[in-house]
């Protein structure tokens, strides 16, 4: 069973910058597509980024020009760089890894804390 590990969530002012990382404890099928959603207190759980196996990116409008997302394969990991933070980016941020392989298959990782203060 792959797990995903999510670090780099933290207490940063609005303005300043976090970079998250989620690591798969094994490889991924290479035909996969890896991203970002986030859920705040209250709200429901909504995309944020998205990178598929060839690098193409998607990201929500609320986050275009902010936030850049990238893999590094050998690694196993998917990384967030968020930029020009704002408190209403203040959320848990959750991993996902689907992988379309013989059997299609979803991983999720645990969520990391992201808070940001005006």
């Known amino acids: 069973q792959v797990q995903l590990v999510e670090s780099g969530g933290g207490l940063v002012q609005a303005g300043g910058s976090l970079r998250l990382s989620c690591a798969a404890s094994s490889s991924i099928f290479s035909r996969n597509l890896m991203g970002w959603h986030r859920q705040a207190p209250g709200k429901q759980r909504e995309l944020v980024a998205t990178?598929?196996?060839?690098?193409?990116?998607n990201y929500a409008d609320f986050v275009k020009g902010r936030f850049t997302i990238s893999r590094d394969d050998a690694k196993n990991t998917v990384y967030l760089q968020m930029t020009s933070l704002k408190p209403e980016d203040t959320a848990v941020y959750y991993c996902?890894?689907?992988?379309?392989?013989?059997?299609?298959?979803?991983?999720w990782g645990q969520g990391t804390q992201v808070t940001v203060s005006s």
């Open positions: 996902v890894i689907l992988s379309y392989g013989l059997t299609f298959q979803a991983y």
């Open positions: 990178i598929t196996s060839d690098d193409r990116t």
